[in-house]
């Protein structure tokens, strides 16, 4: 028995641990490959986003002008000056109206469009062709465009209005208050709607058809099946669509700067085109610089919000630690 053990014991191959000159070496090697890619984005990240973001906070306590020292500061007299402003007040009006439009007819107009293209139609690969294709134009290019539709007797929808026998609208698109906003929505569904609807079109065809086979063979019907099927299974991509519908409602510039400049009236006016008319044109810096920090906290709120308490679920296994490996 002592010659056997012997013998094993012999066979067994000390493991020496690794060197410790070498370890910290491929230590270093690893974090220099790190650096290497992440610090030009850091960089980037730095002078891009929290640079301007710092000066706007700075100069939003100055009165200032644009041109010479900052040496006029007046504290929070620009934000108190922001909220008593009854203009400003309509443009969050403004931009909330946006919002639940969009979520409420456009995102809705969207799911139809793509559940309808999910089936096999002949040429549905041109329909959503067709359907996307505003979203590849500018935002520029596709508010020119409208503002020929518009144009008040010469344009397609002044004559369309008169074949249709609604006269009252002529020449009132984009000059009057009250029709102003609906019909800046109009333009902002045949330029977006194509988006959220290759989107709802992608979560379609994610979703398997073994599960709408067995729930047919049960006896569901084709809403029962939308219904308890599909629409749930949609949801992260429907969460999405509603968020970056929101964003966009919140920050929407260049359609309405082309179309109306905030016009009539400041009646199609928004937070970016307020702040864009107190910097750049009456030479307010430091007021926009206020409007630019609620503009930005308005939508860092929200989406921290909507993260934490909407996206928490689709995000949840998104992310791992490194003891899950």
């Not at 410790?20 to 890619?37: H, I, N, Q």
């Not at 029709?179 to 109009?186: A, D, N």
């Not at 400041?266 to 630019?292: L, N, P």
């Not at 921290?304 to 791992?320: E, I, K, M, W």
């Amino acid at each position: 028995m002592s010659t056997l053990t012997e013998e094993r014991t012999a066979e067994v191959v000390p493991v020496r641990p690794p060197a410790p000159a070498r370890s910290l070496a491929r230590r270093w090697g690893d974090w220099a490959s790190v650096a290497w890619f992440l610090v030009p984005a850091l960089v980037l990240f730095l002078v891009f986003v929290l640079a301007p973001i710092g000066v706007a906070v700075w100069t939003g306590f100055f009165k200032w002008g644009g041109i010479g020292p900052l040496d006029d500061f007046v504290g929070l007299a620009n934000y108190t000056k922001l909220f008593d402003d009854h203009v400003f007040l309509g443009d969050l009006g403004r931009g909330l109206y946006l919002i639940v439009l969009s979520i409420t007819v456009q995102l809705p107009f969207a799911l139809f469009t793509a559940v309808l293209l999910n089936q096999r139609l002949r040429g549905r690969a041109v329909y959503r062709m067709l359907f996307f294709a505003p979203y590849i134009l500018s935002e520029v290019v596709t508010a020119v465009l409208f503002t020929m539709v518009f144009l008040p007797d010469a344009g397609m929808a002044d004559h369309l209005a008169g074949l249709l026998g609604l006269e009252g609208l002529q020449g009132k698109w984009f000059a009057d208050p009250s029709t102003v906003m609906p019909t800046l929505f109009v333009v902002m569904i045949w330029k977006y709607f194509g988006f959220h609807m290759m989107l709802f079109l992608a979560g379609l065809q994610g979703i398997p058809a073994e599960l709408l086979e067995a729930a047919a063979l049960d006896g569901a019907g084709a809403w029962q099946r939308f219904r308890h099927v599909t629409l749930p299974l949609l949801g992260p991509t429907i969460r999405i669509s509603v968020f970056l519908s929101v964003i966009g409602s919140i920050q929407l510039f260049d359609l309405v700067w082309v179309m109306t400049a905030g016009g009539p009236n400041h009646s199609s006016e928004t937070m970016a085109i307020a702040m864009f008319q107190f910097g750049f044109k009456r030479y307010q810096v430091g007021y926009a610089s206020a409007i630019s920090v609620v503009l930005f906290m308005i939508s860092l709120v929200f989406s921290l919000f909507y993260q934490r308490y909407v996206l928490r679920r689709d995000l949840s296994g998104a992310v791992t630690s490194g003891g899950d490996r």
